[in-house]
């Protein structure tokens, strides 16, 4: 075999090389993208059976994603029970009243606790009642049973100004409040009977979920906040603790659960399969994409 045979065998081989370790590479990573959304599965609670904790948070509004979501729990097999993370604030009336709406549902037929963060108020206590138990730190703030209204009045700083706003209505009740005039009696008055209405809402459901009647119900449904250790003498939550507790109470419900693992759920950006899968395998921060943002609050039912 001559010098010029030799290159060419030499060649061959060196490109045989080059493309195995290719092919390899590839093999390895299309296992490892498989691998992942395994995994990726799994911790949505399609794999093996787990409790699931998802962390409700910030202002609550009303959210098709979370309510998604939720739903999904409550049909999921693999999820036997729910860990209800709250540090909320509270929201608007319309949002906690389907959080709340979409949670009971998950717990007519599976275990939901509740462990309240640094404040679950108003709203965010709405969340909690939800569940069967209720966890809180002694120091969390909670309570806050009331509904609010809020809205400027500008009419001093626009006399001031010298600027008048025309107005063109069907009625004197149509856009009120608005905060380019003062408000009329019969407005004032059609707000007060929207805020009593939302109002007897909430403290019929502490009632029902709490047990609480007459001058104890009162004594809670004032607007007033309260310590974890107020809010356990007065029956507003069951337990002094954090998720050691929870968890407790949970295997009293079912002595199973004790030997499974707890999984984060979260609603996440829209992105693709394969945007998730990707992220996971090639971010050190996990799959791609943040919890989703919310819009803003309208009406409110806000503790703090």
Do not use: C
């Not at 025309?166 to 007060?192: G, I």
Request: overall charge negative; charged content about 25%; cysteine-free.
């Amino acid at each position: 075999m001559d010098a010029l045979e030799r290159d060419f065998y030499e060649e061959r081989r060196r490109k045989w090389r080059r493309s195995g370790f290719l092919w390899g590479f590839g093999i390895a990573a299309v296992l490892g993208l498989i691998l992942s959304a395994v995994t990726y599965r799994d911790e949505l609670g399609e794999g093996s059976a787990h409790i699931a904790r998802y962390d409700l948070s910030g202002v609550i509004v009303d959210d098709t994603l979370r309510s998604e979501l939720l739903a999904e729990l409550a049909e999921r097999d693999s999820v036997r029970a729910l860990i209800l993370r709250v540090n909320s604030p509270g929201g608007t009336t319309v949002g906690s009243e389907a959080v709340f709406e979409d949670l009971r549902k998950i717990a007519a037929v599976k275990p939901v606790v509740a462990v309240l963060g640094e404040v679950a108020a108003s709203g965010g206590y709405i969340a909690a009642i939800a569940a069967d138990h209720v966890v809180g730190r002694g120091n969390t703030l909670t309570g806050s049973i009331g509904v609010i209204l809020e809205y400027p009045d500008l009419t001093g700083l626009i006399e001031r100004l010298g600027v008048t706003v025309q107005t063109v209505r069907s009625s004197e009740l149509k856009a009120e409040p608005s905060p380019f005039r003062a408000t009329n009696p019969a407005a004032r008055a059609v707000e007060q009977a929207l805020i009593a209405d939302s109002y007897a809402w909430f403290r019929g459901l502490v009632s029902d979920r709490r047990e609480l009647i007459g001058a104890d119900l009162d004594a809670v449904a004032n607007g007033a906040v309260f310590t974890g250790r107020l809010a356990l003498e007065s029956r507003l939550i069951d337990e002094i603790g954090g998720e050691d507790e929870a968890r407790a109470w949970l295997e009293t419900r079912d002595a199973t659960l004790a030997e499974l693992p707890v999984l984060d759920w979260a609603v996440e950006t829209e992105t693709t399969v394969f945007e998730r899968i990707v992220g996971r395998v090639f971010s050190s921060g996990g799959i791609l994409g943040e919890i989703s943002a919310l819009t803003g609050p309208k009406l409110y039912s806000l503790g703090l």
